[in-house]
């Protein structure tokens, strides 16, 4: 059983950076990949980015590749998304997210609210 905490959200301007936290309790994080989503209002849920469980692997969405980057230190059991040039259609609740066993990703944080301001 995994159980994840966001921090880090906030109000920035547009072009300017943030940096989320996600903290992790349980024994299986260091063997889980991790991920960021997020959901805009009015929208569905959407893939962000994710690290496999070493952090040699990542994957990005288009809409944010070279703009922000995923990583995870497994000594602190904490995963990281930082994001920079930061556009108003980054707006949105981001949640960690990271797979159980089954490959899937079943453990979910409460989110953290980004906003970019124009």
């Known amino acids: 059983q995994v159980q994840l905490v966001e921090s880090g959200g906030g109000l920035v301007q547009a072009g300017g950076s943030l940096r989320l936290s996600c903290a992790a309790s349980g024994r299986t994080f260091s063997s889980s990949t991790m991920a960021w989503f997020r959901q805009a209002s009015g929208k569905e849920r959407e893939f962000v980015a994710a690290?496999?469980?070493?952090?040699?692997?990542?994957s990005y969405a288009d809409s944010v590749k070279g703009r922000f980057t995923i990583s995870r230190d497994n000594t602190k059991n904490t995963v990281y998304l930082q994001m920079n040039i930061l556009k108003p259609d980054d707006t949105a609740v981001y949640y960690c997210a990271g797979q159980s066993a089954r490959l899937r990703y079943d453990y979910w944080g409460q989110g953290t609210q980004v906003t970019v301001s124009s």
């Open positions: 690290i496999n469980r070493n952090g040699g692997a990542t």
